[in-house]
């Protein structure tokens, strides 16, 4: 079955940088979009970044193009996001998803448990 871990959360100062993995098994990574959501408390929960199959990366959200990045390692099943310039709004669960099929464009049917990120000085 489908399994996938995040880690790397935790608390940053407003500008730091933290690194999130996701650690993906059963299924054929390589073939498949994976994302990057988040929830702050009392909000929906929101699409932050994609990549393709081949790589090919989609940023769903202004605030923070040229912060977050998304990267993934077809090698070892697994997809990064790394974060520079944290702000406090940043704070949030963040959770990583395997789409449906190889591209971003479709929706999303596996969800990891989360990681808690809190940007506060």
């Known amino acids: 079955q489908v399994q996938l871990v995040e880690t790397g959360g935790g608390l940053v100062q407003p500008g730091g940088s933290l690194r999130l993995s996701c650690a993906a098994s059963?299924?054929?990574?390589?073939?498949?979009?994976m994302a990057w959501f988040r929830q702050a408390p009392g909000k929906e929960r929101e699409g932050v970044v994609c990549?393709?199959?081949?790589?090919?990366?989609?940023t769903w959200i202004d605030s923070v193009k040229g912060r977050f990045t998304i990267s993934r390692n077809n090698g070892v099943n697994a997809v990064y996001l790394q974060m520079d310039s944290l702000k406090p709004e940043d704070t949030a669960t963040y959770y990583c998803?395997?789409?449906?099929?190889?591209?971003?464009?479709?929706?999303?049917?596996?969800w990891g448990q989360g990681t808690q990120v809190t940007v506060s000085s």
């Open positions: 059963g299924f054929n990574f390589n073939n498949y979009a």
């Open positions: 998803a395997k789409g449906r099929t190889i591209g971003c464009q479709n929706s999303f049917d596996s």
């Open positions: 990549i393709h199959w081949n790589g090919v990366k989609i």
